[in-house]
């Protein structure tokens, strides 16, 4: 390796690779390679990094470049470690001694010619059996330790990318590449892939705390907005309602009832055609005076808005004459083919985003619709040759957008979903936005992107997955998400088993940042009516919907969360302010025990709030973890505990045990 300094960069060459290390804010550095002799400023999502001070030495057996806390070592044969203040190693690249010949892994960094611009690259660290690993984005994997797991890195309905990994031996990892590709996070090996790129380029930052790492993550990725008090409250959704005059009623019984009620949504077809992006007048006459109304009674709209474009619709030839559709790099230009045969507008594209944000403010946004519900924001695909929603095919080599092509670049598409909408509101002059999207990447966290978990089944194993997903979104920097409360999928309220689970997913539901209920509920129309996809359209999904029994417990949870919306406010304060997820695991408020770090069914609502939601069908007591350092009183009996200790609480259906951090007052009870 050949070895000079550029002002704050260290930079290394050999045998047609280049490296490049720098700081990139405070004790952070960022490596990038290539195999192209040459490094592209391809910063994606990241924002201008803070300016420091760096040290960097280069001696005959290789270099270094410290940050404070942290200190990059490469040697004379290009490999990199990385080094707390203490010399202790962070993070270590993993080699296999070049004299092995018969090794299929002699480098930390290979590349593979895709073609002369695109590479497939991997990049191998060394693993350590007592390394926990946590964030990643969002998956159903029943795992809030991702120690162990095989993590593909794409985006799909219920499966969000965002590539921060935060480990328990004191660093956070940025993978800064929207690829399409693969984390193994394995037990002889930690692994990043990327089907097709110009470059490795990822970012260590160092801490002595969860907390730490993460404000210093925040500074690189971006904190969310101050969500207004306002989306706090109770949202209300179902796919779907179909008219004016149903969403109408819907709302005024909830007023009748004398129930809290802040936003209620208008799911999809509700248009025209898919791509018109205006409601179809035969169904909702009268907009304008539907949202007045809903606004009166202190209710906030929102609508769905899908990216596709249908080929019947009357944007399709002026997006496709400007560009301003993805498109296919062979083949027939189709990319979805539910309820029409649809391409997709180009979120990648500035024009694009321009154009449909145009329509939207139009045709909602005059109305005084502002919050907008970005579905399909992976988005979805389905290639000609299949049959509707039935099978899925990604098939991301055959996409190109206006940054490159689909291996390249998938990932980053929702950033830029979300990001059309929150510049079109910015420029109306909007300063409370807070819309909602199925998927995120690095950075969606600040444009007021509200992130759910996508269309998961109505099941008491799905209700157990969604702790651990939010919370490792939690840990992406990712604070302001929600679930379809009782689920998306199935769901009969007249069958006890789901009264249960409904119930006890509203109890989980009430300490999430949103607490938002939707569903395609049963019993699901046999025929299509007069109304365009009635058949898409669900049973009832209002807290009444559930039986008596329910529908008592459901109330009073609703008057719970209007009690606690200061204290929620308060934390996503700080969240906007530090980057401090409201909704976190045990371990980031408790660090120095070790035994938080394995509780992945527990979580901590702020820090003086300790949330153990009740996961299984038919409990009636569990097993809670009070966590080291604190003292804990049990919000129904007033019982004090230490912290360090199991203990065995009473939870009857009624019930969700929560502790409050000895000297805390929160207004539990009514």
Not at 132 to 153: I, T
Not at 257 to 278: E, K, Y
Request: glycine share 8%; charged share 25%.
């Amino acid at each position: 390796m050949l070895f000079q300094k550029e002002g704050n960069k260290l930079v290394a060459t050999s045998g047609g690779e280049l490296i490049w290390i720098e700081p990139y804010g405070k004790d952070c550095l960022r490596f990038r390679s290539s195999a192209r002799g040459k490094i592209e400023p391809l910063d994606w999502t990241l924002l201008p990094p803070e300016e420091v001070e760096v040290e960097i030495q280069i001696t005959e057996q290789g270099a270094r470049i410290k940050n404070g806390k942290i200190t990059a070592r490469i040697d004379s044969q290009g490999s990199v470690c990385y080094l707390r203040e203490d010399g202790r190693v962070l993070l270590e690249e993993l080699w296999i001694d070049g004299r092995v010949k018969n090794a299929d892994l002699l480098k930390a960094r290979i590349y593979k010619a895709r073609s002369s611009e695109l590479f497939r690259t991997s990049l191998y660290f060394k693993a350590h059996p007592e390394e926990h690993f946590y964030g990643m984005g969002q998956y159903a994997n029943d795992c809030l330790d991702l120690k162990g797991c095989v993590l593909e890195l794409a985006q799909r309905n219920t499966q969000i990318s965002v590539p921060f990994l935060l480990s328990s031996r004191g660093y956070g990892f940025i993978w800064n590449n929207p690829a399409v590709g693969r984390a193994e996070l394995v037990k002889n090996h930690t692994l990043f892939y990327a089907e097709a790129t110009r470059q490795i380029d990822y970012l260590v930052i160092a801490g002595d705390t969860p907390e730490e790492i993460l404000k210093k993550y925040a500074a690189i990725t971006g904190k969310p907005p101050l969500i207004p008090d306002w989306a706090l409250g109770f949202w209300q959704c179902k796919l779907r309602y179909r008219t004016q005059n149903e969403i109408l009623e819907i709302a005024r019984e909830y007023k009748r009832r004398g129930l809290p009620l802040s936003v209620i949504v208008i799911d999809f077809f509700h248009w025209t055609n898919q791509g018109d992006w205006r409601f179809d007048p035969r169904y909702w006459p009268d907009p304008e005076g539907m949202v007045r109304e809903l606004n009166e009674m202190g209710i906030q709209v929102m609508v769905s808005i899908w990216p596709t474009v249908d080929i019947r619709s009357e944007n399709y030839k002026e997006m496709v004459q400007k560009g301003l559709l993805m498109r296919t790099e062979r083949g027939v230009p189709v990319l979805f083919t539910f309820r029409g045969i649809t391409s997709i507008f180009d979120a990648t594209n500035p024009e694009a985003r321009k154009f449909i944000w145009e329509k939207v403010k139009e045709n909602y946004y005059r109305y005084g619709i502002k919050m907008f519900w970005l579905d399909e924001a992976e988005p979805e695909m389905v290639m000609p040759g299949f049959e509707y929603d039935n099978v899925f095919s990604y098939d991301y080599d055959n996409v190109r957008y206006f940054l490159g092509n689909g291996l390249e670049v998938s990932n980053i598409y929702p950033f830029f979903y979300a990001l059309a909408f929150e510049q079109g509101l910015k420029e109306a002059g909007e300063t409370e936005i807070v819309n909602l999207a199925r998927c995120a990447w690095l950075g969606s966290q600040r444009l007021g992107a509200v992130v759910w978990s996508g269309d998961i089944p109505s099941t008491f194993e799905s209700l157990r997955k969604q702790v651990k997903a939010g919370l490792n979104m939690a840990i992406c920097g990712i604070p302001w998400w929600t679930t379809d409360i009782g689920g998306f999928y199935g769901g009969d309220p007249q069958d006890p088993s789901f009264r249960e689970l409904i119930v006890r997913w509203f109890q989980f539901g009430v300490f999430c940042p949103i607490f938002r209920l939707h569903g395609f509920r049963l019993p699901y129309p046999e025929r299509p009516h007069d109304c365009p996809a009635e058949e898409l359209t669900g049973g009832p999904n209002e807290v009444w919907s559930f039986g008596e029994e329910a529908y008592e417990i459901i109330k009073e949870l609703l008057f719970l969360r209007e009690r606690l919306k200061p204290y929620i406010a308060e934390g996503m304060k700080k969240a906007h302010e530090e980057g401090i997820p409201f909704m976190r695991p045990l371990f980031f408020d408790f660090p120095q025990d070790r035994e938080a770090y394995l509780i992945e069914d527990e979580y901590m609502f702020g820090p003086d709030l300790l949330v153990a939601p009740v996961l299984e069908e038919g409990a009636r007591t569990r097993r809670v973890y009070l966590p080291q350092g604190a003292r804990f009183r049990d919000a129904e009996s007033g019982t004090t505990y230490q912290g360090g200790q199991w203990i065995e609480v009473e939870a009857p259906l009624s019930r969700i045990p929560l502790f409050v951090r000895d000297g805390a007052q929160l207004p539990i009870k009514g």
